[in-house]
């Protein structure tokens, strides 16, 4: 059972049940439309399907969340590094590349 932790954000849930698309959204603050692009890229785990309802682990989707915030960090810093350099007058510096 998922409940409010100090109003603002929700407890993850044990890592082996299932979360659904609701859960997903109101976490990663991302739209369906969205995570369901993601996964055709085969960028977020892909759900299981218990009838027609779609499902995902937790384990899966914070595996995935994770990861996703920790290379938005390492983008953000590399485009940051970028603009100090065009700044400087500096536009032949190279920077890492992160895909």
């Known amino acids: 059972m998922l409940s409010k932790h100090d109003n603002t954000t929700l407890q ?7 979360i659904d698309m609701k859960f997903i959204t109101s976490d990663c603050l991302l739209s369906d439309k969205w995570i369901y692009r993601l996964i055709s890229l085969n960028r977020f785990p892909k759900p299981i399907k218990i009838g027609r309802m779609s499902r995902w682990r937790a384990a ?33 510096a190279s920077t890492p590349t992160i895909q």
Request: neutral net charge; aromatic residues 12%; charged residues 35%.
């Open 60 to 92: 899966d989707y914070y595996t995935w969340r994770d990861g996703f915030e920790e290379n938005s960090g390492q983008k953000f810093e590399g485009m940051r590094e970028k603009a100090r350099n065009i700044k400087s007058g500096n536009t032949l």
């Open 12 to 18: 993850r849930p044990s890592m082996d049940s299932l």
